[in-house]
């Protein structure tokens, strides 16, 4: 089998975890509806374009992770490394931001990006993105926090942080930026080979970077805090009033810089402390300049994508819950019941309940056994001595309680 095996990175998900799934997505449908968001589902491929100029050609995803292929008509497309970029192009294309009240949107789905996979890393992996169009904030920033923070509380989620910060305009930026390269410059030699590059074409990934060296070097350097305008400073502090009111908590990082372009003004990510070195299970912020860098018009934005792997991960540590069995498993007992036990496991059926049917050949025990190891509630059994009398014997699992009931009437079962 191995070398048919499914791609490295790319992963089933398999039954008996797919409850959790189900649970995850219907959980963040219903926040979206509570914080009135629309569900819009952009295609998986987008024209590689969209994503070199809206996440920036400087970033690790465009310049080493995405996949990226031309099609027969020769074409260059991407399979999407992320949601925001295809839900701008949207927006921009179907004109959704033109209702006079701001858009707001999320959308679910699988993300693709050739990064080493390890715990909580994939090449395909599963976002929640959540994204507001046309409304410039501080309040709804708070408001996009708060939804997440909503979304991971009513989870049942523990031990998880809010990060914080503002990463300036594109007026006040640009100073730190200069003022970061000529500090980090001096210090060259000290930084690992990627800020070295780094320095050149993105400073300001050294500021996160994990290298002890960097770390050190960084920590004497100018704070991004310290350059921002007056409106941007404004701007910050409206947000972190809003979720002081909302009682958020939350710590300010001044070196959270995320790792794509498009970013302006207040970025977050939510990190847990049971995750090891991934630890970020979302991460967000405020793109006022990507619209109209796509294109489109100059409409302010805000948003946030949660890895649904990461969640995952942390709900099957601390929910063992298994997937629960059906009501009930039928057992044919004799070839003669096959009719009968057809007609009422689809009456059943079509009363909501949940039927596991058994064709197999096997006696009872056996049978009692495979119904067992369904998890079924209960075991409905259908042999001659039955379907002489028109009944089932009905067998409780949990207490061995058993009854006959007839067979022309499902809705007492
Ligand atoms: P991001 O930080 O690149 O942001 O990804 C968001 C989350 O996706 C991460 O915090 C992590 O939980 C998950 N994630 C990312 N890469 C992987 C991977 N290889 N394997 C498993 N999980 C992963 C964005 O994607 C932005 N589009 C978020 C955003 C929306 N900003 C504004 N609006």
């Known amino acids: 089998m191995s070398e048919l095996a499914a791609i490295r990175g790319f992963k089933d998900i398999l039954p008996g975890q797919s409850h959790l799934w189900r ?59 992320e949601a925001t970029a295809g839900l701008v192009r949207a927006v921009i294309e179907h004109s959704l931001h033109g209702s006079g009240r701001p858009t707001r949107l999320f959308c679910l789905g699988p993300m693709f990006r050739y990064e080493r996979p390890q715990k909580g890393r994939l090449r395909q992996f599963h976002q929640l993105d959540v994204e507001v169009f046309g409304d410039p904030g501080p309040q709804v920033d708070a408001e996009i926090i708060m939804w997440l923070h909503t979304f991971l509380r009513e989870l049942g989620l523990s031990d998880l942080s809010v990060v914080l910060n503002s990463l300036g305009c594109p007026q006040c930026r640009p100073v730190f930026r200069d003022s970061l390269v000529s500090f980090l410059s001096g210090h060259r030699q000290t930084l690992c080979p990627d800020c070295d590059r780094r320095l050149d074409h993105n400073p300001l990934r050294v500021l996160d970077c994990k290298n002890p060296g960097c770390q050190t070097v960084v920590a004497e350097g100018p704070v991004l805090s310290d350059f921002l305008c007056p409106d941007c400073r404004n701007h910050f502090q409206g947000v972190k009033h809003s979720l002081d009111v909302l009682g958020v908590e939350y710590t300010l990082n001044g070196k959270l810089v995320r790792g794509l372009d498009y970013y302006t003004r207040t970025t977050f990510e939510v990190h847990s402390g049971n995750l090891g070195a991934q630890n970020a299970v979302a991460g967000g912020g405020r793109y006022d300049g990507l619209c109209a860098r796509l294109g489109g018009p100059d409409i302010p934005a805000i948003g946030f994508a949660a890895g649904l792997e990461r969640l ?98 499902p809705d007492l079962f």
């Open 23 to 81: 649970m995850l997505e219907d959980k963040a449908r219903d926040v979206a509806r509570r914080f009135d968001f629309s569900e819009l589902r952009p295609p998986l491929m987008e024209r590689t374009e969209l994503f070199q100029r809206g996440l920036g050609e400087a970033t690790d995803i465009v310049e080493k992770e995405m996949y990226t292929m031309e099609d027969r008509g020769g074409e260059r497309i991407t399979l999407r490394p």
């Open 312 to 409: 995952i991960l942390l709900l099957s540590e601390q929910n063992q819950a298994a997937e629960p069995g059906p009501d009930y498993y039928a057992a044919v007992l004799c070839p003669e019941a096959t009719e009968k036990a057809f007609a009422l496991v689809q009456k059943l059926r079509a009363r909501n309940l949940a039927v596991a049917i058994d064709w197999e050949p096997g006696g009872l025990k056996s049978r009692l056994k495979r119904a067992d190891k369904a998890k079924a509630a209960k075991i409905i059994m259908l042999g001659s001595d039955e379907l002489a009398c028109g009944e089932a014997t009905v067998r409780n699992l949990a207490d061995g309680e058993q009854k006959r009931l007839p067979l022309d009437r």
